[in-house]
């Protein structure tokens, strides 16, 4: 049967978490605003501008329409210079494997990120033409834990959301998975994951029989 495979982008096909953190540290910093790895993990799947709202709010910091949205320019330009120099290397284990597996056996592919340059990276990486269909933060208006960027991605492929499996590293990726009624799986640690339906550490723990299970039913 014909399944709908759902990839997050940042930190489940790249490993740009790590950027996306420097870049906002670099701006809390800036900013005098204490910001750390542990608060980090609350930004992962949302939005620039979800996140920023965070940001301010940690540092009981108030400002202006325009200022707000400069400082969103500021962290994505700091963002880009990390991301420039990413090519195929800059994709996670395994991952190749994965998406070669699903395309092999005819399976649908789409991407579900939040962020606005996912393209760019899809692009970089040269992994543009593996998804059927793209999702991304220029496609919705809600921010994960909402479910419409998987719904949408859904809707995209032609598949039920019941028939789609979800590949996510963010806790909030997770309960908008569960929230469109599909299977979700964790890709990172458990006492972060610990709602979705399966967690692995990586894609090299995820086997071709462990995805042809989802195939075969
Ligand atoms: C998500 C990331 O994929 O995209 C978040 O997990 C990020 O950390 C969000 O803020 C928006 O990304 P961008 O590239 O549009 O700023
Ligand atoms: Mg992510």
């Not at 994965?98 to 340059?117: D, E, P, Y």
């Not at 859904?154 to 929230?179: T, Y």
Request: net charge neutral.
């Amino acid at each position: 049967m014909i399944k709908g495979f759902i990839f997050d982008l940042d930190g489940v096909i790249v490993d740009t978490a790590k950027y996306h953190f420097l870049a906002w540290k670099q701006l809390a910093d800036s900013l005098h605003i204490e910001f750390t790895e542990t608060q980090n993990e609350q930004l992962k799947g949302i939005s620039r501008e979800k996140s920023l709202e965070k940001i301010l709010n940690w540092g009981n910091t108030q400002v202006s329409t325009a200022e707000f949205n400069k400082l969103m320019d500021q962290k994505n330009k700091v963002y880009l210079s990390y991301i420039e120099k990413m090519d195929t290397s800059d994709i996670l284990p395994d991952i190749p494997r994965v998406l070669n597996f699903l395309k092999q056996n005819k399976q649908a592919i789409a991407l579900g990120s939040a962020s606005k340059n996912a393209k760019h990276i899809l692009k970089k990486t040269h992994l543009l033409e593996m998804f059927d269909v793209i999702i991304d933060g220029t496609s919705v208006a809600k921010a994960k834990p909402n479910p419409e960027v998987f719904l949408a991605a859904a809707k995209g492929l032609n598949i039920l959301p019941k028939n789609c499996i979800v590949f996510e590293d963010a806790e909030s990726g997770i309960e908008a998975a569960n929230a469109a009624k599909m299977t979700s799986i964790g890709i990172g640690h458990p006492e972060i994951l610990h709602n979705a339906n399966d967690i692995f550490t990586d894609f090299t723990k995820i086997s071709n029989e462990y995805l042809n299970n989802f195939i075969s039913k």
